[in-house]
């Protein structure tokens, strides 16, 4: 069964606003389940960690049900290999400071010109700091492709530490994240994954990748602001941890410093039992394979979700992209191709004739169309594209409670400007 994109909707209490979203690429909005799940941790299990009473023992349970479902979603080993943060980036400083720590003066990192600066510079300051170089990788210009080449060639100077995001959250491009995966395991580097941008789009598999660190925030896939990290658990035992000392000594915990944000933890639960939903109702057809390679009970839901959610955002897409090239004085950056829809998620990024990319915002925002303008936090992009200076790009994110009618209406929308 495709997608029942008015069920779907319903889901999510927003879209009953006068509103096209399409700053998803920025924050989705909130799915039912989720705020529910943190509604009810308010309200019943509001307590801190490792009480004898009822609502500790209660939150705790919570807390572990999350810890457990997010392994699930990425299909990690084991619950302790999850880690629960603020957000991505702030998660990505704290483990770089730690991972920082083996590496020697004179050691090499990579990092890429096509990701979001947190991906980038939590490891060139750990590189300053003790004393390593980075080696930068580039992207083409012309299709917004990551340059393997460029690549292999940094590799051959054996880094310690690859770090590249799985889909750029400025031109949408997918990574061949399982294919840099080998190659940086093979000259002893640890691969460190941003998978912010393409968690809410297709699945993730961090055991059939063998990434060594992979994270994400739910507030790109249809929960609350938190961020979530994979890390391999041998690797998360064996790294030195800054911490106070009650805390556990062993991972999870020895990372989750502090008192967490429980009830965004609990939303995360929450998130993830929306795409179990979708994976129940409509992934029926998307089950091939699978069961064969191990997928079971909640890990096979959700991959027959995201399944099904990459099969209807690749028709939302097609539209975008057929709608982007039909409006007079577009300049689309990144892969333009319909043959390479699958190399990409639905993030476009755009220049309009000689209109700054703030103007079209806010033009589209006044006909009830959000859209983001700017960098994104993707400055190494637009400084490669010589645009940083001129206001970015402007940048349109379907997800899969879009629809192609909301398609049509940017089209008219930007026709007229």
Not at 119 to 142: H, K, S, Y
């Amino acid at each position: 069964m495709t997608l029942d994109i008015p069920a779907v909707r319903k889901q999510f209490p927003s879209l009953d606003q006068e509103v096209i979203f399409f700053d998803n690429p920025g924050g989705t909005q909130i799915a039912g389940q989720s705020l529910a799940r943190m509604n009810r941790y308010l309200l019943e299990h509001n307590a801190n960690h490792g009480g004898t009473f009822a609502t500790s023992i209660a939150s705790d349970a919570v807390l572990h049900a999350a810890h457990q479902a997010m392994a699930d979603f990425y299909h990690a080993a084991s619950p302790d290999e999850i880690v629960f943060g603020n957000n991505m980036t702030t998660l990505t400083l704290v483990l770089s400071r730690s991972i920082a720590r083996t590496w020697d003066e004179g050691d090499e990192i990579v990092v890429t010109r096509l990701d979001h600066d947190a991906n980038v510079m939590p490891w060139v300051l750990a590189a300053q700091d003790r004393g390593c170089q980075v080696t930068w990788v580039d992207f083409d210009i012309e299709d917004g492709t990551l340059n393997l080449g460029d690549l292999q060639l940094a590799l051959e100077r054996k880094p310690r530490l690859v770090a590249v995001g799985y889909a750029s959250n400025a031109l949408g491009t997918i990574n061949p994240v399982a294919r840099i995966v080998r190659m940086a395991h093979a000259v002893g580097a640890q691969v460190y994954v941003d998978a912010v941008q393409y968690a809410p789009h297709g699945p993730i598999d961090v055991q059939e990748l063998d990434c060594d660190f992979l994270v994400t925030s739910s507030y790109k896939f249809f929960g609350p602001h938190c961020g979530i990290l994979y890390g391999k658990q041998r690797l998360l035992e064996e790294l030195f941890a800054y911490k106070v000392r009650p805390a556990p000594d062993a991972p999870p915990g020895k990372f989750e410093t502090g008192t967490q944000n429980h009830e965004g933890i609990a939303g995360v639960l929450g998130a993830i039992e929306y795409f179990e939903w979708v994976g129940r109702e409509f992934g029926s057809q998307h089950v091939e394979g699978l069961v064969e390679k191990g997928y079971t009970g909640r890990s096979l839901e959700l991959k027959k979700a995201m399944r099904a959610i990459h099969a209807y955002e690749y028709e939302l897409s097609r539209a975008l992209l057929s709608v982007l090239q039909s409006v007079p004085g577009l300049r689309l950056y990144g892969l333009a191709d319909v043959k390479s829809l699958d190399d990409r998620v639905a993030t476009f990024s755009f220049r309009l004739r000689d209109l700054h990319p703030r103007s079209v915002a806010e033009t589209l925002a006044r006909e009830g169309i959000n859209v983001w303008d700017g960098n994104y936090y993707a400055v190494n992009v637009t400084e490669r594209l010589g645009l940083e200076d001129g206001g970015g790009m402007v940048r349109v994110g379907a997800v899969h409670y879009n629809t192609l009618e909301e398609v049509e209406r940017l089209r008219e929308a930007l026709v007229k400007m």
